[in-house]
């Protein structure tokens, strides 16, 4: 058994030292994996160092509850669908969150009054960071999995109501700070923080979910990061940070994707935002032009350079796996393919990337807006897969659209473009798409899959 | 404020520093499994839950402390898990292809 605390410090700055190569390995889709194990060693130390600490007893209860809780780990993370992954992680970050604020508490309940100031803010924090990011990830989940409808959930005074419950909160937490050693107090406010966690998830619709999962993995490193000051352990300080800067940088990432602020994206419930910018549009008498399986397939035998834009619509029929058929049937003929991924393709940060990667797909041609943007022009044909507002030209070129200013892959400068989508209706923004009229634009209709499917078969016959 | 706290607060700055500087080098193709990496890095709570149950002398606190228990280790275990999947499945180009 370890006594000397300062051993325990020493192992537990190897696990901190972990933890960062593991975040540094991810530089890379070539190390990333090694990095993994050297996080998770980091973790094995951690745990094997704590269990080691002079004085651990329950021993029984401790081996229960880790093993159920692994059960259920593993069992999770083995069989969740790629598809599903935003939720999964949802669910994790919730899960983490849930025990910061049961640590806290726990704290709070054996220290009886004898909290010095500090570790009562840490107490407060956790327990309310850790509340909302636990009830806020459910909601999620439930979303994502599709318990609760994707669609915002929204009615009058929501924002104030959302509000009032906060500031609930807060008071009961400064009542803590200001000296109140009731547990009653910790407990009400953990409860109101559950029910902001929910209400503030609530009104957020199915498509800025990546924000919100990035958001909510921020609160969860802060949560970790709040007891690691209730705690005295510069081990939690340090990890919940990572986290916390992890999360709050793809939040802004996702929010800058978007064109809203974090702001907008929590409070605007989306829907209500572009009343009124519809009617904007003139009718130039321009149409969209359809096509078949066989114009396109000729018209990809001839190219030489081809970037297949995918998007949402692309998961949703679960065509990953043809697509990439198609593409390499492209490539046995000499044609140089490559994938435009835009940072919100999908329900979370990278999303697309993993589901292309699951097919199959090489990671060098998985290719990043800044990266694909200057090689449209170069570009013979663009295959546009189920993708629309993050192609829409009216984000560079028009400024009374409710898009205007949002980073877009510039499909309309590739010498042609050949759209697959059900049917002319606008995307998630709701907004009527130029590209789908311009000169060089083809429409492909039908479902994803069977149009992939069909170019297939067009593009090995021809 | 005691020494210990100033020290913490020194640790976590320095921390945010780290942080950002680290993951601002990820790729964005990588950015799922950078989620899920963060959320397996967060299952350090468990050291909190370890600490509380193996130290607790009621029910309240075991109790407590036990639910803590399996929501920080299903938090690690499936968030080491979930990466290490998602990332076996990141290849480049095989070889054999023609």
Redesign the interface.
Known sequence: MISDPDVVGLLYLV?IVC??L???F?????H??K???V??AG?VV??AT??A?D????WG??V???????I???V???T?K?TA?PQ??A???G??G???A??A???F??SSGDL?G?EIVSIVLSALIGSISFAGSMIAFAKLQELLSGRPIVYAGQNILNIAVLLGAAALGIALIAGVDEQWVLVGLIVLALVFGVMFVLPIGGADMPVV??LL?AF??L???A?????????????????????T??TL?MAKAMNRSVANVLFGAFGQVKTGTAAARVDDGRTARATSAEDVAVQLSFARKVVVVPGYGLAVAQAQHDVRQLA?LL??KGIEVAYA?H?VAGR????M??LL??A?V?????K?MDEINPEFPQTDVALVIGANDVVNPAARSDPASPIYGMPILDVDKAISVVVMKRSMAPGFAGIDNDLFLEPQTTMLFGNAKDSIVKLIAAVKAS | MNQEIVLGVYVFIMAIFVGFEVISRVPSVLHTPLMSGTNFIHGIVIVGAITVLGFADDGFTRAIGFVAMVLASANVVGGWFVTDRMLEMFKRRPEERK
């Open positions: 696990s933890f960062i593991a975040l540094r991810l530089s890379s889709p070539k990333a994996r990095g993994n194990w996080g998770g973790m951690a745990i704590t269990l600490l004085g651990i007893s329950n209860l401790i229960a509850g880790g093993l159920i809780g692994s259920v780990g593993v999770g993370a083995r969740v790629m992954m999964m992680v669910l994790f970050n899960v983490g849930g025990a910061a049961l640590v508490l726990a704290e309940h054996v010095a500090e999962i990035s993995n969860t490193g949560a970790a990061s007891t690691g000051f209730v705690l005295n352990s510069l081990l939690l300080i340090v990890a919940g940070m990572l986290v916390g800067a992890s999360g940088l793809l990432l390499e490539e046995e991924i940072p979370m940060p990278g999303h990337n993993v990667a699951e199959n090489p990671y060098d041609q998985l990043e």
